[in-house]
Each structure stands twice: as structure tokens, then as C-alpha cells.
């Protein structure tokens, strides 16, 4: 009768356990699972509310919106097509949705999923309580709307007879859902509902990317990049004018979170099958290494693996003979050519008929060949490109550039001077006359120094290479060259300090904008840009660091912030 009692007294206890957990109320969806599938875009926020609030009160909103940068910006062609589809949709539903009603609907957890660049067509799903919604202006004018019906829930609906924009909304289990379609609503209403119909959460690109991806920031940005790639409007409107680059990924995840003094963004891409590159565990390893020699004088720096031609070809532009870049939009017909042109005239009395024409590349082909064979000659694994802008002359502003080059093996001095000699003498001088080196010093360390009419000057330590036209930056990256790297190691490494090199920025883009005052519109450098660089003057310092690993490109963006 003992051990009965005993064992009751045992399974009391978790009987309740199984009851409770039975009984209990099933965890809230995932936000993705009720987005219909076929997005281009999912972006979801773990507090949408509380960053709205946090934008709305803070220096950086009030200082753009008084900025030239963003009164230039508001004349501009995409900020009128999207204010003429912000008048539409406001039309369709009744009132004007500023940005205090758009945090009268802002809840908690919050997600957007957008299906057409064009129209602008999404689905925005928030976590609202109720107390919250029904003092909303939206929920105020739900009358005013059609009422359909989809998953057993009533859902509201308008839509402008002159623009045929369309609002649809609807609120269930503390959930507000808000389109621009009225089937998005019907059918996130059905998953709600229990319907097994396809998701976003279940679409591969969002499925595979969040695995592949840590924990959900702040922020977060799940990419459909094959989908979006495919789209006219995407290419058209998209900044960076890179969709090449694009295409090689087919999907990719972006995550932000905050610290009290940065702002990090955690990115993973997938990549195409057929775009995987070729992985070198030591030139990884070499990349990190060479950022310990960025010293604190540098404005710019970037660290990747060494190709050659690439490498050469960087030297030659950086430090021997710095060129104009000359692009021609490719959207622009070549000018035609009359048939009956003369092949020359009187005002062609400088061309030369007795010597050969100068090369179209100016003979800076033949100095990158004599820069990649040393380069190659050297076993290059990596290569680091320091940068540092300082006043020059009151009103001017110099560049100074060092670069510094891993090798597989330890540096030939003689064989570094005889190409230098080569590259440089060729575009500086007659015959290399002129071309000679001197012994010469940088800071404390000795260097080799060109006499010629350039400024060059190198120096080997071991399996490193440094070359610069910058006394002080070579100086100051040749104290480093015993300083060791962390434990990461990157395939690809840059950054930009901001702070330092503000005030020379907008030196440099006074003299561009020289003789545009009077103007009705912001000087474009000194004015648009430059207020874009003092509102967000708070942002001390970008480092954008990348790694390949298998099939994905991870890169990890810190945005370090001032006090």
C-alpha cells in the first residue's frame, strides 16, 4: 500500500505537468510562415515600434531632413515616383498615412514582405495589441471600406476608382496584416488559419539563407537575389549599378544589431553552383595578417589576394602614374561619323607624321607587364592599399598612397629596384635618365627613394614589400611591419575613417564646385554630399571584412560610432 501511495504521489506531479503543457496556449506563428510565397524582399523587425520612435526623436532624422543633401533629394526623379505612389495609396485608403500613423500601426515584432518593385506591392504584418489598434486612423475608417472575408476572418478593402491602388487590412489573433493586394490578405488570413498553402518561410531562398544565417539582429533582411536580378525595375533603380556581381548569388541574409558604441551588419550570401571560386587557405591567411600594418594615420585601407595583373595595375594607377578614369555610359549611342570627313586639317597641325603615335594607353601597359613580372617573380599572395588625404599647399589636398605586397618568399631588393626602375622610367623619363635611386630614409626606417621627378620610394622587410609616395604613411606603416594579426582570417578586407578624412573631403569638393555659387540649387560636392558627410558625421570609422566559406560569402560591416 506504501510504494501505491508513493507512486501516486510521484505521477501526481507530472500528469499535471502533461496536462498544463497540453492546455497551453501554442506558440505565435513566425511571421514568415504567414507571408504568401513568391516574394523578392523579406525584412523583419524584432521591435518595429520602438525604432520608429527611436528614428522620430533622434539628431540624425532632423539633421537630413534640414540637410542640402535633402533638399536636393526631393527634387530628384525617384523621390517624385515614389511620392506620386505615397498620394495613391493615400487616396485608396482615406488619409494620409504620415509617420505618426504609421507608429499608430508599428507593434512589436513587425515583418514586410514586398512582391513588385513597379507597383510597390507588399504585405506588412505586425504584432499590435488591441487597445493599440482601435485608436488607429486606419482602424477608425474601417467603415468606409468593402468587407471581404478569407480564412473565417473579416478583412476590409479599398481601392481608388482613378489609380486603382488598392488597401486591404485585417486584424486576427494580435495580429494587424496590411497590402496593396487583396489577395496577399486572403492568403496570409488562410495560413493563419491553418491552410498548408506555400510561404515564404518554406521558399528555399528564405529557408536556406536564415539557416545558414545566426540569430536574428535587430534587423533583419532575407534577399530573393535571383528573383530580384530578373527584374527590369530592380537593375534600372538599383545604385550600384553592380547586377553582374549580383548574379552570382541567388540568395542572402543581412542582419543589424546595436552596441553602445557600433553598428554591426552581419551579412551571408549564397552563391551560385556555377560561381564558386577558387578558395586559398593561405592567401586568407596572409590578407589578415597584412591588417595589422593599417596604422591609424591611414584614411583608407583594403587588403584582398594578390592577383597580379590586378596588383600591377593597381601600383602602376596608385604610385607611378595616376590616370583619370574615362567611362562612357553604355546607354549613350556612339556619335556618328560622316562619310565625307577629311582625314585631317589645319587645326591638326600637332600631330606628329614623322614619329609613331603615342599609345592609347600612354605606355602604361608596358610599366604594369614589368610590375606583374615582379610580382610573380616575388610568389604575391596579398596586397594592402593604404590611403591618407592631407592639406598641401593651403588650398589643395594630396592623396598619399602605400601599398604593401605579401610574397611567398623574401623580397629581392636589386630585382624590386630594376622593375621600379623600369616602370617608372618609361613614363617619367627620356631614356630613364633621371631614374636613378638614392639611399634614403622614412621616419626611422631606411628606404630606397627614386630621384626622378616622381616621388617613390621602397623598402623590404623579408617576405614584405612596401612602396609608397607617402614619407609619413610609409613611415608609419613600417612600424607596424612586426605587429602580428588576430586569430579571423579574411579573404577580403577594407574600411574607410570617416572623421579623419571629412574636413579634406570637403576641401577637395569646394574646389570642385569653384564658381558654382548663386546657383538655385545646393553646389552638388561641396553642398549635396558634403551635408550628406556631416549628417552622419557620427560615424567615426566603416570596416567591412569578408570570408569565403564553401558555397557562401560572409561579410561582416561594423560602423563604428563617436561618443
Same mark, same amino acid.
Given at each position: 500500500m506504501k510504494k501505491v501511495l508513493? #507512486? +501516486?504521489?510521484l505521477l501526481a506531479p507530472a500528469a499535471g505537468y502533461f496536462y498544463l503543457q497540453q492546455t497551453a496556449a501554442p506558440? !505565435?506563428?513566425k511571421l514568415a510562415a504567414l507571408m504568401p510565397g513568391g516574394a523578392l524582399l523579406y525584412l523583419e523587425a524584432q521591435d518595429f515600434g520602438r525604432l520608429l520612435r527611436e528614428w522620430d526623436a533622434s539628431n540624425?532624422?532632423?539633421d537630413w531632413l534640414a540637410s542640402e543633401n535633402y533638399e536636393v533629394f526631393s527634387r530628384s526623379n525617384l523621390f517624385t515616383k515614389l511620392s506620386e505612389v505615397y498620394d495613391q495609396y493615400s487616396e485608396a485608403a482615406g488619409f494620409v498615412p504620415g509617420l505618426g500613423g504609421v507608429r499608430e500601426i508599428a507593434g512589436t515584432e513587425s515583418a514586410l514582405a514586398l512582391y513588385g518593385i513597379r507597383d510597390v506591392e507588399f504585405l506588412y504584418v505586425s504584432r499590435v495589441g488591441d487597445a493599440e489598434l482601435v485608436k488607429s486612423q486606419l482602424w477608425t475608417l474601417r467603415n468606409k471600406f468593402e468587407q471581404r472575408q478569407a480564412g473565417g476572418v473579416v478583412f476590409y478593402l479599398r481601392t481608388d476608382p482613378s489609380s486603382k491602388r488598392t488597401v486591404a487590412f485585417a486584424s486576427a489573433k494580435g495580429l494587424l496584416l496590411v497590402a496593396t493586394r487583396d489577395d496577399l490578405v486572403a492568403q496570409a488570413l488562410e495560413l493563419l488559419a491553418g491552410a498548408g498553402n506555400s510561404n515564404v518561410a518554406s521558399d528555399r531562398w528564405y529557408r536556406d539563407s536564415s539557416a545558414a544565417a545566426a540569430n536574428p539582429g535587430e534587423l533583419r533582411l532575407v534577399m530573393n537575389l535571383e528573383a530580384l536580378v530578373r527584374s527590369d525595375y530592380f537593375r534600372s533603380y538599383w545604385v550600384q549599378r553592380n547586377a553582374p556581381a549580383v548574379r552570382q548569388y541567388w540568395a542572402g541574409v543581412a542582419d543589424v544589431t546595436r552596441s553602445a558604441? +557600433?553598428?554591426t551588419e552581419s551579412r551571408v550570401f549564397l552563391r551560385q553552383p556555377a560561381a564558386q571560386p577558387a578558395r586559398d587557405a593561405a592567401g586568407d591567411r596572409t590578407t589578415s595578417d597584412l591588417l595589422a600594418l593599417v596604422p591609424p594615420e591611414a584614411g583608407l585601407y583594403k587588403a584582398s589576394a594578390a592577383d597580379s595583373a590586378a596588383a600591377a595595375t593597381l601600383i602602376v594607377q596608385k604610385l607611378i602614374s595616376p590616370q583619370i578614369d574615362r567611362t562612357r555610359d553604355w546607354r549613350f549611342a556612339p556619335m556618328a561619323v560622316s562619310s565625307d570627313q577629311h582625314a585631317g586639317s589645319e587645326g591638326d597641325l600637332e600631330t606628329r607624321i614623322d614619329e609613331p603615335p603615342l599609345p592609347e594607353d600612354a605606355g602604361m601597359g608596358d610599366s604594369e607587364a614589368t610590375v606583374r613580372g615582379m610580382l610573380e617573380k616575388g610568389g604575391a599572395r596579398s596586397v594592402l592599399?593604404?590611403? +591618407?588625404?592631407? !592639406?598641401?599647399a593651403g588650398t589643395f589636398v594630396s592623396l598619399g598612397s602605400v601599398m604593401v605586397v605579401a610574397g611567398s618568399s623574401d623580397w629581392d631588393r636589386d630585382a624590386v629596384r630594376d622593375a621600379l626602375t623600369a616602370a617608372a622610367g618609361k613614363l617619367w623619363t627620356v631614356s630613364k635618365l633621371g631614374a636613378g635611386w638614392t639611399s634614403s630614409t622614412?621616419?626611422?626606417?631606411?628606404? /630606397?627613394?627614386?630621384?626622378g621627378l616622381g616621388t617613390l620610394a621602397f623598402a623590404e622587410r623579408g617576405h614584405l614589400l612596401f612602396l609608397g609616395n607617402d614619407a609619413n604613411l610609409l613611415a608609419a606603416a613600417l612600424d607596424r611591419a612586426s605587429s602580428t594579426a588576430g586569430g579571423e582570417t579574411f579573404s577580403y578586407a577594407a574600411g574607410v575613417r570617416?572623421?579623419? /578624412?571629412? !574636413?579634406? #573631403? /570637403?576641401?577637395?569638393?569646394r574646389a570642385l564646385d569653384f564658381g558654382s555659387a548663386g546657383r538655385a540649387a545646393p553646389a552638388f560636392f561641396s553642398g549635396n554630399l558634403a551635408s550628406l558627410s556631416r549628417v552622419l558625421s557620427a560615424i567615426e570609422e566603416v570596416r567591412l571584412t569578408e570570408e569565403e566559406r564553401e558555397a557562401q560569402t560572409l561579410q561582416t560591416v561594423v560602423y563604428r560610432l563617436g561618443q
Amino acid at each position: 500500500m506504501k510504494k501505491v501511495l508513493l #507512486f +501516486a504521489t510521484l505521477l501526481a506531479p507530472a500528469a499535471g505537468y502533461f496536462y498544463l503543457q497540453q492546455t497551453a496556449a501554442p506558440p !505565435p506563428p513566425k511571421l514568415a510562415a504567414l507571408m504568401p510565397g513568391g516574394a523578392l524582399l523579406y525584412l523583419e523587425a524584432q521591435d518595429f515600434g520602438r525604432l520608429l520612435r527611436e528614428w522620430d526623436a533622434s539628431n540624425v532624422k532632423s539633421d537630413w531632413l534640414a540637410s542640402e543633401n535633402y533638399e536636393v533629394f526631393s527634387r530628384s526623379n525617384l523621390f517624385t515616383k515614389l511620392s506620386e505612389v505615397y498620394d495613391q495609396y493615400s487616396e485608396a485608403a482615406g488619409f494620409v498615412p504620415g509617420l505618426g500613423g504609421v507608429r499608430e500601426i508599428a507593434g512589436t515584432e513587425s515583418a514586410l514582405a514586398l512582391y513588385g518593385i513597379r507597383d510597390v506591392e507588399f504585405l506588412y504584418v505586425s504584432r499590435v495589441g488591441d487597445a493599440e489598434l482601435v485608436k488607429s486612423q486606419l482602424w477608425t475608417l474601417r467603415n468606409k471600406f468593402e468587407q471581404r472575408q478569407a480564412g473565417g476572418v473579416v478583412f476590409y478593402l479599398r481601392t481608388d476608382p482613378s489609380s486603382k491602388r488598392t488597401v486591404a487590412f485585417a486584424s486576427a489573433k494580435g495580429l494587424l496584416l496590411v497590402a496593396t493586394r487583396d489577395d496577399l490578405v486572403a492568403q496570409a488570413l488562410e495560413l493563419l488559419a491553418g491552410a498548408g498553402n506555400s510561404n515564404v518561410a518554406s521558399d528555399r531562398w528564405y529557408r536556406d539563407s536564415s539557416a545558414a544565417a545566426a540569430n536574428p539582429g535587430e534587423l533583419r533582411l532575407v534577399m530573393n537575389l535571383e528573383a530580384l536580378v530578373r527584374s527590369d525595375y530592380f537593375r534600372s533603380y538599383w545604385v550600384q549599378r553592380n547586377a553582374p556581381a549580383v548574379r552570382q548569388y541567388w540568395a542572402g541574409v543581412a542582419d543589424v544589431t546595436r552596441s553602445a558604441g +557600433a553598428i554591426t551588419e552581419s551579412r551571408v550570401f549564397l552563391r551560385q553552383p556555377a560561381a564558386q571560386p577558387a578558395r586559398d587557405a593561405a592567401g586568407d591567411r596572409t590578407t589578415s595578417d597584412l591588417l595589422a600594418l593599417v596604422p591609424p594615420e591611414a584614411g583608407l585601407y583594403k587588403a584582398s589576394a594578390a592577383d597580379s595583373a590586378a596588383a600591377a595595375t593597381l601600383i602602376v594607377q596608385k604610385l607611378i602614374s595616376p590616370q583619370i578614369d574615362r567611362t562612357r555610359d553604355w546607354r549613350f549611342a556612339p556619335m556618328a561619323v560622316s562619310s565625307d570627313q577629311h582625314a585631317g586639317s589645319e587645326g591638326d597641325l600637332e600631330t606628329r607624321i614623322d614619329e609613331p603615335p603615342l599609345p592609347e594607353d600612354a605606355g602604361m601597359g608596358d610599366s604594369e607587364a614589368t610590375v606583374r613580372g615582379m610580382l610573380e617573380k616575388g610568389g604575391a599572395r596579398s596586397v594592402l592599399l593604404l590611403q +591618407a588625404s592631407s !592639406p598641401s599647399a593651403g588650398t589643395f589636398v594630396s592623396l598619399g598612397s602605400v601599398m604593401v605586397v605579401a610574397g611567398s618568399s623574401d623580397w629581392d631588393r636589386d630585382a624590386v629596384r630594376d622593375a621600379l626602375t623600369a616602370a617608372a622610367g618609361k613614363l617619367w623619363t627620356v631614356s630613364k635618365l633621371g631614374a636613378g635611386w638614392t639611399s634614403s630614409t622614412s621616419g626611422r626606417h631606411p628606404v /630606397e627613394r627614386m630621384d626622378g621627378l616622381g616621388t617613390l620610394a621602397f623598402a623590404e622587410r623579408g617576405h614584405l614589400l612596401f612602396l609608397g609616395n607617402d614619407a609619413n604613411l610609409l613611415a608609419a606603416a613600417l612600424d607596424r611591419a612586426s605587429s602580428t594579426a588576430g586569430g579571423e582570417t579574411f579573404s577580403y578586407a577594407a574600411g574607410v575613417r570617416h572623421v579623419r /578624412e571629412r !574636413p579634406n #573631403f /570637403e576641401r577637395v569638393m569646394r574646389a570642385l564646385d569653384f564658381g558654382s555659387a548663386g546657383r538655385a540649387a545646393p553646389a552638388f560636392f561641396s553642398g549635396n554630399l558634403a551635408s550628406l558627410s556631416r549628417v552622419l558625421s557620427a560615424i567615426e570609422e566603416v570596416r567591412l571584412t569578408e570570408e569565403e566559406r564553401e558555397a557562401q560569402t560572409l561579410q561582416t560591416v561594423v560602423y563604428r560610432l563617436g561618443q
